[in-house]
């Protein structure tokens, strides 16, 4: 874009405005009308799902008045109270077989004309009695045996015969036992059985029964019946024709039925659960937006709760494609419009972009032949009086005012490369030539003042050089002198230097011994320590085998009781216990002298214990020399340490005087040579003021400023 000219930025700038407008045009109506398909959309949603509600409430209905028409069947309760008087315990018999078939054909019948999936016939104690089930090849009709089904099979157009009824193990989807609580009343819910959302119906069977304390017949319930109904393929089939939509149902497991196989589960936490006495009228539809391979879809949902726990959801789908197909219809004219505007507008952008950029053209041609040629003298042709031609005007009063200034400035300053500063620049100006003007006649006259200032220092200069150098030669001599005599008192400190650094590692030294000999008598203390416990564990020992003899000195008297006692008894005896007189005197000799060993034992073991007594004193005495020993030797070492840190220290500050000292005589020495060097720059500092005074005295000043030349040459003369 930097290289553009001027008429293609404006030609780009008309197009660019052009095609922003007609791409946000377009991007307003499109999202309008969008917006109004996806609430079109929604409504049509809701509208389907309405249907959806009263399909389902209508079949609950339905279903409620067929379950109602099958538990009042007089055929069924004439049966009914034939199977109350037979045991149930005992196998059916004819009369009970043919009640339960009678009770099969009579909920048959109705069943196939409804066109129902199940029904089962349960008794209070929630056995099964009779089942109707429809599937792929007809309606299976049965009832329980003591072991095993009797069931039959009724195919479109067959009729029902003795010969129908045959045997089965088992009958999938019917259980012999009813799990949950018996309805005592009409009863209509929503579950999943055998893996369908299903309607199901419960309905009390009641008999009349004569009440002998009122004498009259009064309705008992006996047994309750459950029709079901499962909404599989042919229900969502049925309900996409009505709503021109598709559905699916998921369950906790995941897709039940549906026309979208690929949407297989569906996130139940996102439902939450209702209260107890929730009505399908009621509940709320939730509208979104749904991507099923890579195809959008809106969706409405319509949860079904069992009491108060969602166990199925009916969804809605109602393709995205085809509510927005109106929409890219309106996007494609916006844009072949958008396409055609533009095209029409270029040749209108390119004519115009070069009628308003001619006079700026013609401008910066101008322009440049100035940069080339640097020729001022050049003008602007004025053709019209808009903006451009108030620019051209401009232009030549610019080029008119800098032709001035620069030729006033080239003549001034043509007249100070001759060395003559008493011309200025005349003449009036604005703005920054004014500024110009100025600063150039004040540094014409500045620098009149300034050669007048420096012919003056000049001369100062010259005198001052002269005391200078004198000066120079002075200190020269004293630096030489001082340099000797730091020189003296760096080998001086160096000798001392020496010595301390001695003194340090002798005190290290003592310091290592010191640290040593604490070291040994600190391993002699714990050594010490190490006998003490020792000592004392003798002691407990000690004390311990004293408490052991002192039992066994008391069995002794023990036993020598018991052989006493045994003597007399034997005494007693007669010539039947002169053998066991023996023996007793035999173990009374032991246990006297078991007692006099014990004694002696015991004075033995006393004895020992006052010498540990004594050995624990004494080695409590040493244990204190030890610590008294340590202590004092940790202050000498501690006083060892100090002399060695001092040590340390004074080497260190002798270290840091050698290394002052040597700075000190390198200085003195620098400082020698920079006298002399300063003595021979004195010298070319006077021929070099000299020279400069000569070069000066060529410029041609004002005035005023030759006078104050000629008191300075007057004054450098005297």
């Given amino acids: 874009m930097k290289n553009l000219n001027l008429k293609i930025k404006l030609m780009i700038s008309a197009l660019g405005i052009v095609v922003f407008i007609m791409i946000l045009s377009t991007l307003i109506v499109s999202l309008f009308i969008y917006r109004q398909n996806r609430e079109n959309a929604f409504t049509f949603l809701n ?4 249907i959806v509600r009263d399909d389902l409430l209508t079949n609950a209905r339905v279903l409620e008045t067929y379950s109602h028409q099958m538990s009042t069947l007089e055929n069924m309760n004439s049966s009914l109270q034939l199977l109350g008087m037979i045991d149930p315990n005992q196998e059916l018999n004819m009369v009970g077989k043919e009640a339960h078939r009678n009770i099969a054909i009579s909920l048959y019948a109705i069943t196939k004309a409804a066109n129902i999936a199940k ?41 029902l015969s003795e010969d129908s009824w045959h045997p089965a193990n088992a009958i999938e989807g019917i259980p012999r036992k009813f799990d949950n609580e018996i309805p005592t009343s009409k009863k209509t819910k929503f579950d999943m059985v055998d893996g369908f959302l299903s309607i199901i119906s419960c309905a009390p069977v009641n008999v009349s029964k004569f009440n002998f304390s009122s004498g009259q017949l009064e309705p008992q319930q006996v047994a309750f019946l459950t029709v079901v109904n499962s909404y599989e393929e042919s229900f969502i089939n049925r309900l996409a024709k009505l709503t021109g939509t598709q559905l699916n149902i998921f369950s906790e497991s995941g897709i039940s039925v549906g026309h979208l196989p690929a949407y297989q589960s569906f996130d139940f936490k996102q439902i939450k659960p209702t209260r107890e006495d929730w009505s399908l009228s009621d509940q709320k539809i939730v509208l979104n937006d749904v991507k099923v391979e890579k195809k959008g879809y809106f969706e409405g949902l319509l949860p079904i709760y069992s009491s108060s726990k969602c166990i199925a959801v009916v969804a809605v789908f109602y393709s995205a494609d085809t509510a927005m197909t109106n929409t890219w219809q309106i996007i494609t004219i916006l844009c072949l419009v958008s396409v055609g505007c533009i095209i ?12 308003l950029a001619k006079p700026m053209v013609n401008l910066s041609r101008l322009l440049s032949q100035v940069e080339e040629t640097g020729d001022f003298s050049r003008r602007a042709e004025i053709k019209n009086h808009d903006e451009t031609g108030r620019i051209g005007i401009a232009f030549n009063s610019l080029m008119s005012s800098l032709q001035s200034a620069i030729g006033a400035t080239n003549e001034v300053v043509g007249a100070v490369a001759k060395g003559d500063l008493s011309e200025s620049i005349s003449g009036e100006f604005r703005g920054e030539l004014d500024a110009l003007k100025q600063n150039t006649n004040e540094s014409i006259e500045i620098l009149g003042q300034t050669i007048v200032k420096v012919l003056s220092a000049c001369q100062q200069v010259n005198l001052k050089s002269e005391e200078l150098s004198d000066s120079v030669s002075i200190m020269v001599n004293s630096t030489m002198s001082q340099a000797g005599t730091i020189q003296e008192i760096s080998s001086t400190m160096n000798i001392i230097a020496n010595q301390i650094k001695e003194n340090s590692e002798n005190a290290s030294l003592s310091q290592k011994f010191s640290e040593k000999t604490i070291e040994t008598v600190i391993e002699g203390n714990k050594q010490m320590n190490s006998m003490l416990e020792s000592i004392n564990q003798i002691s407990e020992t000690s004390t311990k085998v004293s408490k052991i003899v002192k039992i066994i000195d008391e069995i002794a008297f023990q036993t020598n009781l018991l052989a ?31 007692a006099k060993a014990v004694k002696d034992t015991a004075g033995l073991i006393e004895t020992s214990l006052k010498q540990v007594e004594n050995g624990v004193k004494t080695a409590d005495k040493t244990a204190q020399l030890f610590s008294e020993i340590t202590s004092e030797t940790e202050k000498s070492v501690e006083l060892i340490n100090r002399i060695t840190m001092a040590s340390k220290e004074q080497s260190s500050s002798i270290g840091e005087t050698n290394t002052a000292l040597s700075q000190l005589s390198e200085a003195v020495q620098v400082n020698s040579a920079i006298s002399e060097k300063s003595a021979i720059a004195v010298n070319q500092l006077l021929d070099l003021a000299s020279d400069l005074q000569e070069m000066v005295f060529r410029f041609k000043l004002k005035s005023g400023e030759n006078e104050a030349v000629k008191q300075i040459e007057y004054s450098s003369a005297s």
């Fill in 564 to 594: 006493l006692n045994a003597a007399v008894e034997a005494a007693r005896a007669g010539k039947y216990g002169k053998g066991f007189a023996v023996v007793a005197e035999e173990v009374r000799s032991l246990a006297n002298r078991s």
């Fill in 47 to 50: 509208q389907s799902m309405s």
């Fill in 119 to 159: 029904v089962t016939l349960y008794n209070l104690n929630g056995n099964l009695m009779v089942f109707v089930v429809k599937n792929a090849e007809g309606f299976l009709l049965g009832y329980p045996l003591k072991q095993g089904f009797e069931t039959a099979l009724l195919r479109s157009g067959a009729t």
């Fill in 344 to 355: 029409v507008i270029i040749p209108f952008s390119y004519f115009f972009s070069g009628f």
